[in-house]
């Protein structure tokens, strides 16, 4: 599952312990050809690895690739202002509520 992505890489949440620093891999997206990654970094909570990909090659195919994963992730990312703007609304309505 893709968490962010940029013009050099992404970071990726997967089940798979056992990627090393420097290997070499190919992401599978089934609208686009494969993308070709080297595992940049690895870092391991539990069951959960996150997984930095640097791309090795930078295309505009390969951009689409990318946009393409991260709209198919279910969980997507919340934007800052959109988060903030929350956090301050149940913040004021829990004020209010206590207050009256």
């Given amino acids: 599952m893709v968490v962010n992505s940029s013009r050099r890489g992404l970071c990726v949440r997967h089940w798979r312990k056992g990627l090393v620093i420097g290997e070499e891999l190919h992401l599978c997206s089934p609208s686009h050809p494969e993308i070709p990654v080297r595992v940049a970094w690895n870092w391991t909570v539990g069951p959960v690895v996150m997984s930095g990909l640097q791309l090795?090659?930078?295309d505009s195919a390969t951009a689409q690739a990318i946009d393409y994963l991260?709209?198919?992730?279910?969980?997507?990312?919340?934007?800052?202002?959109?988060?903030?703007?929350?956090?301050?609304?149940?913040v004021l309505l829990l004020a209010w509520y206590f207050v009256r």
Avoid: D, F, H, Y
Avoid at 75 to 84: G, N
């Fill in 70 to 90: 991260e709209m198919r992730t279910p969980l997507r990312r919340m934007r800052a202002p959109a988060a903030i703007t929350v956090i301050t609304l149940l």
């Fill in 56 to 58: 090795l090659q930078s």
